[in-house]
T-cell receptor
Framework: GQQLNQSPQSMFIQEGEDVSMNCTSS?????WLWYKQDPGEGPVLLIA?????ELTSNGRLTAQFGITRKDSFLNISASIPSDVGIYFC??????????FGQGTRLTINP | DTAVSQTPKYLVTQMGNDKSIKCEQN?????MYWYKQDSKKFLKIMFS???????INETVPNRFSPKSPDKAHLNLHINSLELGDSAVYFC?????????????FGDGTRLSIL
Protein backbone atom coordinates (compact mmCIF):
# COMPACT_ATOMS: atom_id res chain seq x y z
CA GLY A 1 0.00 0.00 0.00
CA GLN A 2 0.91 3.64 -0.21
CA GLN A 3 3.33 4.89 2.39
CA LEU A 4 4.22 8.23 3.82
CA ASN A 5 7.81 8.77 4.89
CA GLN A 6 7.91 11.01 7.92
CA SER A 7 11.10 12.51 9.30
CA PRO A 8 12.74 12.81 11.63
CA GLN A 9 11.61 9.80 13.63
CA SER A 10 12.51 11.54 16.86
CA MET A 11 13.65 14.96 18.03
CA PHE A 12 15.23 16.10 21.26
CA ILE A 13 15.16 19.87 21.67
CA GLN A 14 15.38 22.59 24.29
CA GLU A 15 12.32 24.47 25.39
CA GLY A 16 11.89 27.57 23.28
CA GLU A 17 13.43 26.12 20.14
CA ASP A 18 11.59 25.89 16.84
CA VAL A 19 10.71 22.47 15.42
CA SER A 20 10.34 21.30 11.86
CA MET A 21 9.19 17.93 10.58
CA ASN A 22 8.06 16.72 7.19
CA CYS A 23 6.33 14.01 5.28
CA THR A 24 6.99 12.82 1.75
CA SER A 25 5.46 10.33 -0.62
CA SER A 26 6.12 8.99 -4.07
CA UNK A 27 2.41 9.43 -4.84
CA UNK A 28 0.16 12.45 -5.06
CA UNK A 29 -2.17 13.12 -2.13
CA UNK A 30 -5.34 15.22 -2.24
CA UNK A 31 -5.28 16.26 1.39
CA TRP A 32 -2.74 16.35 4.18
CA LEU A 33 -3.57 16.24 7.86
CA TRP A 34 -1.33 16.66 10.87
CA TYR A 35 -2.20 14.96 14.16
CA LYS A 36 -0.66 14.91 17.63
CA GLN A 37 -0.88 11.96 19.99
CA ASP A 38 -0.29 12.30 23.72
CA PRO A 39 0.51 9.21 25.83
CA GLY A 40 -2.58 7.14 26.55
CA GLU A 41 -4.76 9.13 24.19
CA GLY A 42 -5.88 9.07 20.60
CA PRO A 43 -4.52 11.32 17.85
CA VAL A 44 -5.92 14.84 17.83
CA LEU A 45 -6.17 16.85 14.62
CA LEU A 46 -3.89 19.91 14.50
CA ILE A 47 -4.10 21.18 10.95
CA ALA A 48 -5.84 20.08 7.75
CA UNK A 49 -4.57 21.08 4.30
CA UNK A 50 -6.69 20.80 1.16
CA UNK A 51 -4.92 22.64 -1.67
CA UNK A 52 -1.44 22.37 -3.15
CA UNK A 53 0.67 25.24 -1.88
CA GLU A 54 -1.68 25.97 1.01
CA LEU A 55 -0.01 27.37 4.12
CA THR A 56 -2.09 27.20 7.30
CA SER A 57 -1.38 28.25 10.87
CA ASN A 58 -2.89 27.19 14.17
CA GLY A 59 -1.32 29.22 16.95
CA ARG A 60 2.38 28.38 17.05
CA LEU A 61 1.91 25.63 14.47
CA THR A 62 2.28 26.16 10.73
CA ALA A 63 1.86 23.53 8.05
CA GLN A 64 2.13 23.59 4.28
CA PHE A 65 0.79 21.38 1.51
CA GLY A 66 3.65 20.93 -0.96
CA ILE A 67 3.17 22.31 -4.45
CA THR A 68 3.87 18.89 -5.97
CA ARG A 69 1.19 17.38 -3.68
CA LYS A 70 3.73 14.79 -2.60
CA ASP A 71 4.91 16.39 0.61
CA SER A 72 3.98 18.49 3.61
CA PHE A 73 5.79 20.04 6.53
CA LEU A 74 4.83 21.07 10.05
CA ASN A 75 6.65 23.75 12.00
CA ILE A 76 6.26 24.51 15.69
CA SER A 77 7.65 27.81 16.91
CA ALA A 78 8.93 28.53 20.42
CA SER A 79 8.30 25.04 21.76
CA ILE A 80 6.84 24.56 25.23
CA PRO A 81 6.71 21.44 27.44
CA SER A 82 3.15 20.55 26.43
CA ASP A 83 4.29 20.15 22.81
CA VAL A 84 5.81 16.81 23.81
CA GLY A 85 4.18 13.90 22.02
CA ILE A 86 4.09 12.02 18.76
CA TYR A 87 3.20 13.96 15.63
CA PHE A 88 1.69 12.13 12.66
CA CYS A 89 1.16 13.25 9.13
CA UNK A 90 -1.70 11.61 7.25
CA UNK A 91 -2.73 11.79 3.64
CA UNK A 92 -5.84 11.04 1.70
CA UNK A 93 -5.75 9.97 -1.93
CA UNK A 94 -9.22 9.04 -3.01
CA UNK A 95 -11.60 7.11 -0.90
CA UNK A 96 -11.91 8.22 2.68
CA UNK A 97 -8.88 6.20 3.72
CA UNK A 98 -6.14 7.97 5.62
CA UNK A 99 -2.57 6.75 5.23
CA PHE A 100 -0.39 7.67 8.21
CA GLY A 101 3.29 8.42 8.48
CA GLN A 102 5.44 6.63 11.02
CA GLY A 103 5.32 9.54 13.44
CA THR A 104 7.84 12.00 14.88
CA ARG A 105 8.40 11.66 18.61
CA LEU A 106 9.16 15.08 20.12
CA THR A 107 10.97 15.35 23.45
CA ILE A 108 11.63 18.72 25.07
CA ASN A 109 14.26 19.42 27.68
CA PRO A 110 13.20 22.19 30.03
CA ASP B 1 -18.75 14.98 26.96
CA THR B 2 -16.43 12.61 25.11
CA ALA B 3 -16.97 12.82 21.36
CA VAL B 4 -15.70 9.34 20.45
CA SER B 5 -15.71 6.90 23.34
CA GLN B 6 -14.37 3.35 23.39
CA THR B 7 -14.77 0.63 25.96
CA PRO B 8 -12.91 -0.94 27.51
CA LYS B 9 -9.77 1.18 27.74
CA TYR B 10 -7.71 -1.86 28.73
CA LEU B 11 -8.30 -5.49 27.79
CA VAL B 12 -6.06 -8.30 28.99
CA THR B 13 -7.01 -11.79 27.92
CA GLN B 14 -5.64 -15.16 26.96
CA MET B 15 -4.85 -16.49 23.53
CA GLY B 16 -7.79 -18.23 21.92
CA ASN B 17 -10.47 -16.15 23.65
CA ASP B 18 -13.11 -14.06 21.88
CA LYS B 19 -13.51 -10.41 22.84
CA SER B 20 -15.41 -7.30 21.75
CA ILE B 21 -14.56 -3.60 21.80
CA LYS B 22 -17.33 -1.02 21.64
CA CYS B 23 -17.27 2.45 20.13
CA GLU B 24 -19.81 5.24 20.22
CA GLN B 25 -19.68 8.75 18.78
CA ASN B 26 -21.98 11.62 19.75
CA UNK B 27 -20.87 13.96 16.96
CA UNK B 28 -23.66 13.06 14.57
CA UNK B 29 -21.11 11.76 12.07
CA UNK B 30 -22.02 9.34 9.30
CA UNK B 31 -18.68 7.54 8.98
CA MET B 32 -16.76 5.49 11.55
CA TYR B 33 -13.46 3.64 11.46
CA TRP B 34 -11.31 1.11 13.28
CA TYR B 35 -7.52 1.51 13.30
CA LYS B 36 -4.76 -0.68 14.75
CA GLN B 37 -1.65 0.92 16.25
CA ASP B 38 1.28 -1.44 16.72
CA SER B 39 4.10 -1.28 19.24
CA LYS B 40 6.05 1.04 16.94
CA LYS B 41 3.09 3.44 16.94
CA PHE B 42 2.26 2.77 13.29
CA LEU B 43 -1.43 3.46 12.62
CA LYS B 44 -3.22 1.40 10.00
CA ILE B 45 -6.87 1.43 9.03
CA MET B 46 -8.80 -1.81 9.41
CA PHE B 47 -12.43 -1.00 8.60
CA SER B 48 -14.69 1.88 7.73
CA UNK B 49 -18.48 2.11 7.84
CA UNK B 50 -20.69 4.81 6.39
CA UNK B 51 -24.21 4.94 7.76
CA UNK B 52 -23.99 1.31 8.91
CA UNK B 53 -22.61 0.12 5.57
CA UNK B 54 -19.12 -1.36 5.22
CA UNK B 55 -17.04 0.72 2.79
CA ILE B 56 -13.43 -0.09 3.62
CA ASN B 57 -12.17 -3.54 4.56
CA GLU B 58 -8.41 -3.70 4.55
CA THR B 59 -6.48 -6.94 4.58
CA VAL B 60 -7.60 -8.02 8.02
CA PRO B 61 -7.99 -11.64 9.19
CA ASN B 62 -11.61 -12.72 9.15
CA ARG B 63 -11.32 -13.33 12.90
CA PHE B 64 -12.05 -9.58 13.09
CA SER B 65 -15.69 -8.74 12.50
CA PRO B 66 -17.01 -5.20 12.78
CA LYS B 67 -20.67 -4.52 13.46
CA SER B 68 -22.54 -1.25 13.19
CA PRO B 69 -26.02 -1.40 14.76
CA ASP B 70 -26.56 2.28 13.93
CA LYS B 71 -24.45 5.09 12.58
CA ALA B 72 -23.39 6.22 16.06
CA HIS B 73 -21.91 2.85 17.00
CA LEU B 74 -19.22 0.64 15.52
CA ASN B 75 -18.16 -2.39 17.50
CA LEU B 76 -15.28 -4.75 16.82
CA HIS B 77 -15.45 -8.44 17.66
CA ILE B 78 -12.31 -10.55 17.58
CA ASN B 79 -12.42 -14.35 17.58
CA SER B 80 -9.66 -16.74 18.58
CA LEU B 81 -7.28 -14.03 19.76
CA GLU B 82 -3.62 -14.46 18.84
CA LEU B 83 -0.44 -12.99 20.33
CA GLY B 84 -0.02 -10.75 17.29
CA ASP B 85 -3.35 -9.09 18.01
CA SER B 86 -1.78 -7.24 20.94
CA ALA B 87 -1.98 -3.57 20.01
CA VAL B 88 -3.93 -0.41 20.65
CA TYR B 89 -7.17 -0.26 18.69
CA PHE B 90 -8.59 3.16 17.88
CA CYS B 91 -12.07 4.04 16.80
CA UNK B 92 -12.59 7.24 14.80
CA UNK B 93 -15.39 9.09 13.07
CA UNK B 94 -15.80 11.74 10.40
CA UNK B 95 -18.70 13.83 9.17
CA UNK B 96 -19.09 11.76 6.04
CA UNK B 97 -17.07 10.05 3.32
CA UNK B 98 -16.13 13.34 1.72
CA UNK B 99 -12.50 13.61 0.68
CA UNK B 100 -10.30 14.95 3.43
CA UNK B 101 -12.91 15.02 6.15
CA UNK B 102 -11.00 15.22 9.44
CA UNK B 103 -11.28 12.12 11.54
CA UNK B 104 -11.83 12.33 15.28
CA PHE B 105 -10.27 9.57 17.35
CA GLY B 106 -11.21 7.88 20.59
CA ASP B 107 -8.63 7.28 23.30
CA GLY B 108 -7.95 3.70 22.26
CA THR B 109 -8.35 0.20 23.67
CA ARG B 110 -5.12 -1.42 24.79
CA LEU B 111 -5.39 -5.12 24.04
CA SER B 112 -2.84 -7.45 25.58
CA ILE B 113 -2.84 -11.15 24.78
CA LEU B 114 -1.21 -13.44 27.33
Amino acid sequence: GQQLNQSPQSMFIQEGEDVSMNCTSSSIFNTWLWYKQDPGEGPVLLIALYKAGELTSNGRLTAQFGITRKDSFLNISASIPSDVGIYFCAGNQGAQKLVFGQGTRLTINP
Amino acid sequence: DTAVSQTPKYLVTQMGNDKSIKCEQNLGHDTMYWYKQDSKKFLKIMFSYNNKELIINETVPNRFSPKSPDKAHLNLHINSLELGDSAVYFCASSQDQGLGQPQHFGDGTRLSIL
